[in-house]
């Protein structure tokens, strides 16, 4: 049984070259791939979601983990089957219109696939249209919408009013996050949820799509 205490720990820690090798250590022992990605480098991810929650890490320790975590993913990704690996869902996920913060949104992003959801990252400044274009695209679950100023939250309301004047309101979740936002603007603008940090949002795309 091999141990993938060291790999876990790697990711925590963020340290790349510590996972790759590790990683490598894992493929030549012959480990299931998907058991390697699922317990080794997931299993680390997962503690770092929950330290980040308990302001126990803070941002760029987590886009470190991240950054190692999908490093040590590339190695495994040629051995899949089909080389895909499980897609929980896909998330479309952009800041909106106006607003051009991106570290909140890539954070997020990075755990959704740390989690195994297919994430579509649009980047920032991104209009209604532009986010109704990718769900068809790519076929998209959830959408995640992402705004940092007061001035640009109203860009989420319009955003989920072109998807109800496009008739796919009822086959899409829509969740927002960002400083200004709240779950009661959530309610006003008739979102499907708000998530207040990237492990809630993780656990709030889940719990949509299970249900």
Same mark, same amino acid.
């Given at each position: 049984?091999?141990?993938?205490?060291?790999?876990?720990?790697?990711?925590?820690?963020?340290?790349?070259?510590?996972?790759?090798?590790?990683?490598?250590?894992?493929?030549?022992?012959?480990?299931?791939?998907?058991?390697?990605?699922?317990?080794?480098?997931?299993?680390?991810?997962?503690?770092?979601?929950?330290?980040?929650?308990?302001?126990?890490?803070?941002? /760029? +320790?987590?886009?470190?983990? $991240?950054?190692?975590? *999908? %490093? =040590?993913?590339? !190695?495994?990704?040629?051995? @899949?089957?089909?080389?895909?690996?499980?897609?929980?869902?896909?998330?479309?996920?952009?800041?909106?219109?106006?607003?051009?913060?991106?570290?909140?949104?890539?954070?997020?992003?990075?755990?959704?696939?740390?989690?195994?959801?297919?994430?579509?990252?649009?980047?920032?400044?991104?209009? /209604? +249209?532009?986010?109704?274009? $990718?769900?068809?695209? *790519? %076929? =998209?679950?959830? !959408?995640?919408?992402?705004? @940092?100023?007061?001035?640009?939250?109203?860009?989420?309301?319009?955003?989920?009013?072109?998807?109800?004047?496009?008739?796919?309101?009822?086959?899409?979740?829509?969740?927002?996050?960002?400083?200004?936002?709240?779950?009661?603007?959530?309610?006003?603008?008739?979102?499907?949820?708000?998530?207040?940090?990237?492990?809630?949002?993780?656990?709030?795309?889940?719990?949509?799509?299970?249900?």
């Amino acid at each position: 049984m091999f141990d993938f205490s060291g790999l876990s720990n790697a990711v925590i820690e963020g340290d790349s070259d510590q996972v790759q090798t590790k990683v490598n250590e894992a493929i030549s022992a012959r480990v299931d791939p998907l058991v390697i990605i699922n317990q080794g480098l997931i299993g680390g991810m997962n503690v770092v979601g929950q330290r980040f929650k308990v302001n126990d890490m803070f941002v /760029p +320790e987590v886009l470190m983990s $991240a950054r190692a975590m *999908n %490093d =040590g993913i590339e !190695l495994v990704k040629p051995l @899949l089957a089909g080389g895909e690996m499980t897609n929980r869902g896909t998330v479309i996920i952009g800041t909106v219109k106006g607003d051009l913060h991106d570290i909140g949104k890539s954070l997020v992003g990075m755990m959704l696939e740390c989690s195994g959801f297919k994430v579509v990252d649009l980047g920032v400044d991104i209009s /209604p +249209e532009e986010f109704i274009q $990718a769900i068809k695209e *790519n %076929d =998209g679950k959830v !959408l995640a919408l992402s705004a @940092l100023l007061t001035t640009t939250m109203l860009s989420m309301k319009s955003t989920i009013e072109e998807c109800v004047a496009q008739g796919m309101r009822n086959d899409i979740k829509v969740i927002i996050g960002g400083a200004p936002i709240s779950q009661e603007f959530s309610d006003q603008i008739g979102a499907d949820g708000y998530a207040g940090d990237a492990a809630a949002a993780v656990e709030l795309v889940a719990k949509l799509l299970a249900s």
